[in-house]
C-alpha cells in the first residue's frame, strides 16, 4: 500500500468547501484543516505510487477552490 500527504493551499474563503470536497473521494483517508503556509493536509493511500498520481491529478486537483498542492510520498 503506498500512502501520501497531500499539502493544499486554497482560494481565500473555500476552505471548507476543499475539505467536504476532499472527504467525498475514495482513497483519501483523513482530511485536516490546519494553520501556516498551507490550508488543508490530506492523507491518500493507494495501492501504487502511480494510483495515487491519478488520484492526485484526477481527482483532486479539479476541487473548485483548490489553488495548489504538494503530494509528499511516505517513504
Known amino acids: 500500500m503506498a500512502k501520501a500527504f497531500i499539502l493544499i493551499e486554497t482560494v481565500v474563503g473555500r476552505t471548507k468547501e476543499v475539505d467536504a470536497g476532499l472527504k467525498q473521494i475514495k482513497g483519501v483517508e483523513s482530511v485536516d484543516m490546519v494553520t501556516g503556509?498551507?490550508?488543508?493536509?490530506?492523507?491518500?493511500?493507494?495501492?501504487?505510487?502511480?494510483?495515487?498520481?491519478?488520484?492526485?491529478?484526477?481527482?483532486?486537483?479539479?476541487?473548485?477552490?483548490?489553488?495548489?498542492?504538494?503530494?509528499?510520498l511516505s517513504v
Not at 56 to 71: A, L, N, Q
Open 37 to 72: 503556509p498551507y490550508d488543508v493536509i490530506a492523507v491518500v493511500e493507494a495501492e501504487t505510487l502511480g494510483e495515487i498520481g491519478d488520484l492526485v491529478t484526477e481527482k483532486i486537483h479539479p476541487i473548485d477552490g483548490i489553488s495548489r498542492t504538494v503530494t509528499c
